[in-house]
């Protein structure tokens, strides 16, 4: 059983909807991340969120708007998508030391969301 | 430039073989941390192993093991004994300067397929 969790496993949507994407870590880390994954592009860093705070946004169009309300819970809400947000989105999430120097910092991934934008 | 390289994007080994997967890197930080994930058809990507730039030793996580080459910026990942259930994507993946919250930058991965 993964620390991370993901749901749904698999979403259908339309372009004028609005839906969600929800992630739990149970790892007690303090950072989390939004990934996407799409057919034979590497996987592209979207959002980070560190101490519930948002610190990067890798230019992600408006359509994705992330939130997350304490360091175990992170949401992606989409609206208005296109057939080319169709992609396997994941979630992750990792423990950042707050010394500085390097660390393994291990980033841990839940099952991922498979998104269909019809 | 690419950060990390992946020149095999599929392999075919038999059961039982020992597999290495190739990974180049690209960084001028003098701290970073290599990784490889697994990533079966599922899609759940599965942290394998690490790799500290400082570290002196290479890693090894059971039958995974990191040939790790400073000099020449490559962190090969090393299977032994393979098995049908490590027929999966593989990704190497990089985190440049000290231990923040920045995401990883990830090759475009290597499909192995084990053959019994």
């Known amino acids: 059983e993964t620390g991370v969790t993901q749901t749904p496993r698999h979403l259908v949507m339309g372009m004028t909807n609005k839906k969600s994407l929800k992630c739990e870590q149970h790892?007690?880390?303090?950072?989390m991340y939004w990934y996407k994954q799409s057919a034979k592009k590497p996987l592209e860093l979207m959002f980070v969120?560190?101490?519930?705070?948002?610190?990067e946004n890798n230019s992600v169009p408006s359509r994705f708007s992330p939130e997350c309300p304490n360091s175990s819970h992170l949401f992606l809400h989409l609206h208005t998508l296109q057939p080319e947000d169709s992609a396997l989105y994941l979630c992750?999430?990792?423990?950042?030391?707050?010394?500085?120097?390097?660390?393994?910092?291990?980033?841990?991934f839940g099952e991922g969301s498979w998104l269909t934008v019809v | 430039a690419q950060k990390i390289t992946q020149t095999q994007p599929g392999m075919f080994v038999q059961e039982k073989e020992a597999v290495t997967l190739d990974c180049t890197y690209d960084?001028?930080?003098?701290?970073?941390?290599l990784f490889w994930y697994k990533q079966p058809s599922s899609g759940e990507m599965i942290f394998l192993i690490y790799?500290?730039?400082?570290?002196?030793q290479n890693a090894t996580e059971g039958r995974y093991s990191l040939n790790f080459q400073k000099a020449r910026k490559s962190a090969n990942l090393v299977i032994s004994a393979s098995q049908l259930g490590d027929s999966a994507m593989y990704f190497c993946?990089?985190?440049?300067?000290?231990?923040?919250?920045?995401?990883?930058?990830f090759g475009k991965g290597t499909h192995l397929i084990i053959q019994p």
């Open positions: 992750a999430s990792s423990q950042v030391l707050k010394v500085n120097g390097f660390s393994g910092n291990t980033i841990y």
């Open positions: 790892l007690g880390h303090n950072a």
């Open positions: 969120y560190s101490l519930e705070e948002r610190v």
């Open positions: 960084t001028s930080d003098q701290s970073y941390g």
């Open positions: 790799q500290g730039s400082y570290d002196e």
């Open positions: 993946a990089m985190r440049e300067g000290g231990g923040g919250a920045d995401g990883l930058t």
